[in-house]
């Protein structure tokens, strides 16, 4: 099958089926080489999280992303076509303790009807998805590891490993909501909490439910009881005028790894271990820019190719 030298394998196996491993898989599928994924959680998505919540879906990690990457807006351009994803907004408010809010434009954010995690979905139809199989061990063949280095670390050497951040996200069901702002806001200077969104307005339900991020420093002290993060994120956002009233309902998400604290200068790794390939992907393989979802979908493109080309060559 291969003459990369000594590689002797030929199955490979891609753990982890968010945004990069879905994005390695599609590239494996369209040459035509064979692969398996893995996922620990029972849907695929990862960080792309949009649980059902009250009878609607809620995204409780990435609620947007950006397109600046040319290849990436190829494919977002189709889920646009076919309703998946749409333009939503370029400019957010900015909250900040005891002062006026303001705004703040930067580049067009996408949103989605059905929450994020549908677009892996559809990255991954008709692949058979290996769900709630947490692997501890390298399984045998190539394996790509599609996770936060620090995940990646429990399995097996990860070179130069990237930490992350926690947050953890509390979504806020109220009976109505008047904000003082617009989409979403970014909250400065405060102890507690850095973004709040209207997850009515970024789905386009208009429903009245609010996501608000709390710092990693707020997170970092309920990792073991994340629901002790709602009241100190409520205090913070009746003191930012977002809520005024108690909420009908909350709901609080642990992200232990959700934002690198650094990043790899190259968007993949590839070894060549005893005989057999071992590939790293994931939002922290981002040599230039913020990572995020599209750094991660480059991250499992480039990391796909690169194992296409080392297999067929
Ligand atoms: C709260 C929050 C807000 C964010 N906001 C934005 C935003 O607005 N815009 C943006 O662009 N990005 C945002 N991001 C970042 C974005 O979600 C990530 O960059 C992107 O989803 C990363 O995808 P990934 O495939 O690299 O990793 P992940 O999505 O983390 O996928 C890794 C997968 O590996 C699986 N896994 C891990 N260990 C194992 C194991 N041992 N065995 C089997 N499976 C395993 C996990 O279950 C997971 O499904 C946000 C993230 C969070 C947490």
Known sequence: M????????????????????????????????????VDRGRAPGGRM??????????????????????????????????????QWANTFGILKPDTEPCTT????????????????????????????TELTDLPDGDVVLAMPDPQAARITTVPDVVEYVPVIAVA???????LPFRDAAFVND???????????????????????????????????????AVAPVLDALRELSVIASQPAWTHAHRWTFAKPAAQHDSTFALENRSGRFVGFTGDQWCESG??????????GTDLGMELVRRLES
Do not use: K, N
């Open 2 to 37: 291969t003459v990369d030298a000594g590689h002797t394998t030929d199955s490979i196996t891609i753990v982890g089926a968010g945004i990069a491993g879905a994005a390695c898989a599609r590239v494996l599928a369209a040459a035509s080489v064979p692969f398996r994924i």
């Open 49 to 86: 999280s949009s649980p059902e919540l009250h009878g609607r879906r809620v995204d409780l990690g990435a609620g947007y992303f950006t397109v600046r990457d040319q290849d990436f807006a190829t494919v977002v351009a189709d889920w646009e076509s076919r309703g998946l994803a749409r």
């Open 105 to 132: 434009t930067g580049p067009v954010r996408w949103a989605t009807p059905h929450g994020l995690r549908s677009l892996v979905r559809d990255m991954l139809d008709g692949v058979d998805i290996e769900g709630s």
């Open 172 to 178: 806020v069901g109220v009976d109505r909501l008047d």
């Open 190 to 228: 405060h102890p507690d909490v850095d973004f709040v969104v209207d997850d009515g307005a970024r789905r386009g339900d208009d429903a009245p439910v609010l996501v608000a991020h709390t710092t990693s420093e707020r997170a970092q002290r309920h990792l073991d009881d994340p629901d002790l």
């Open 290 to 299: 913020v990572p995020r979802v599209e750094s991660a979908w480059r991250s």
